[in-house]
């Protein structure tokens, strides 16, 4: 691509925001042209964010400052019902400007289900416009869609391996328990009594048990597949690190099918996914193995109750379950190949 697409990052102050500064950065056919931050208008990005000085990135400004003109495509990286107007009054200003949401206002398809566990939708018409971003499971929807719902970073863990399982039959979707670990970054970067060091070093907990909202997202898809409701158990825990998600998830296999075939599923899953790696060993799947990375890390075995089954996965919360997966879609809806800026290795030790 000769000339490089203009993209403004609305809520470049937080993680998922900084994160998709840090890709973008990498990204041949990408060029930064705003970047917003309303409680810190006026300062370089530099002055937030140090480890992003020397990049001549423009300063931050306030949402309604930026100039749409020439804009290519707008990353929402705001909090929720927060994005819902912005994206209203973009949708109206630049009809053609693509957006890629990264919050959680767009990813419920009904938005009775939204309401439920988020509050008030302040731009429902413009729900029907949304596509659900998993990418590796809406490839083709994604591509001409005006406004990308990128999912939540535990949904992205859980369903990029149990939809492959599920969409080939291999699974009773009735049972699902998934025993999610997660990384402080997840909360974002607003400070919280509940996230200071003393509170979180040396254990960790359960949280939003029963009620988590990407619970949601969790049935949406599973029932989606399966024609029915479907409800899946979810908890999340909060492990004293600062990125990565660890998931254990529980479920029956479909009567009939033997854990070496579903072994096979996933297998071929992987293999064509470029993103998408069965570990050697279940130990291997590891949050160190992906951090700063776009890659899902998976193994599947058998449970020790008959016709039960485990299935780990490993991602970077702030990468494949947010900024990663978003530049990854913001590839396929430009036409660009899906790994461009994202051939990412991980830092190890």
């Known amino acids: 691509?000769?000339?490089?697409?203009?993209?403004?990052?609305?809520?470049?102050?937080?993680?998922?925001?900084?994160?998709?500064?840090?890709?973008m950065l990498g990204h041949p056919a990408v060029e930064i042209v705003a970047l917003t931050g309303e409680s810190k208008a006026g300062q370089p990005i530099d002055a937030v964010y140090p480890h992003l000085a020397g990049f001549g990135l423009p300063d931050l400004v306030r949402i309604d400052d930026v100039s749409l003109r020439g804009l290519d495509a707008a990353f929402l990286c705001l909090p929720h019902a927060t994005t819902q107007k912005v994206a209203a009054r973009l949708r109206a200003a630049?009809?053609?400007l693509r957006l890629i949401d990264l919050s959680a206002d767009?990813?419920?398809r009904d938005v009775g289900a939204y309401e439920s566990w988020y509050g008030e939708h302040f731009a429902p018409v413009l729900q029907p416009e949304a596509v659900y971003g998993l990418t590796e499971h809406y490839r083709e929807?994604?591509?001409?869609a005006p406004i990308i719902a990128c999912p939540g970073c535990y949904p992205t863990n859980i369903l990029v391996p149990l939809l492959a399982l599920q969409e080939a039959g291999m699974i009773d979707p009735s049972r699902i328990i998934a025993d999610s670990k997660s990384g402080t970054s997840g909360a974002g970067r607003k400070g919280s009594e509940a996230l200071s060091h003393s509170e979180v070093s040396e254990g960790f907990h359960a949280y939003g048990v029963a009620a988590h909202r990407h619970t949601a997202e969790l049935d949406q898809e599973l029932s989606a597949r399966a024609g029915r409701a479907v409800r899946a158990t979810f908890t999340p825990h909060l492990v004293p690190m600062n990125r990565g998600i660890l998931s254990t998830i529980y479920g029956d296999l479909a009567d009939g099918v033997g854990i070496a075939q579903?072994?096979?599923?996933?297998?071929?899953?992987?293999?064509?996914?470029?993103?998408?790696?069965?570990?050697?060993a279940p130990a291997a799947v590891a949050t160190r193995a992906v951090r700063g990375t776009n890659r899902v890390l998976i193994d599947l075995v058998p449970d020790r109750r008959e016709g039960g089954f485990i299935l780990l996965s490993a991602i970077?919360?702030?990468?494949?379950?947010?900024?990663?997966q978003a530049l990854q879609n913001f590839n396929l809806a430009f036409g660009l190949e899906e790994q461009t800026g994202l051939h990412l290795v991980t830092a190890f030790p």
């Open 141 to 144: 929807d994604i591509r001409n």
């Open 316 to 324: 970077d919360n702030l990468t494949k379950g947010s900024s990663g």
């Open 94 to 96: 630049a009809p053609d």
């Open 262 to 280: 579903a072994q096979a599923v996933l297998d071929d899953f992987a293999a064509r996914e470029a993103f998408v790696h069965r570990a050697a």
């Open 106 to 108: 767009f990813r419920l």
């Open 1 to 23: 691509m000769s000339q490089k697409l203009k993209v403004a990052i609305f809520g470049a102050s937080g993680y998922t925001g900084a994160e998709s500064i840090r890709l």
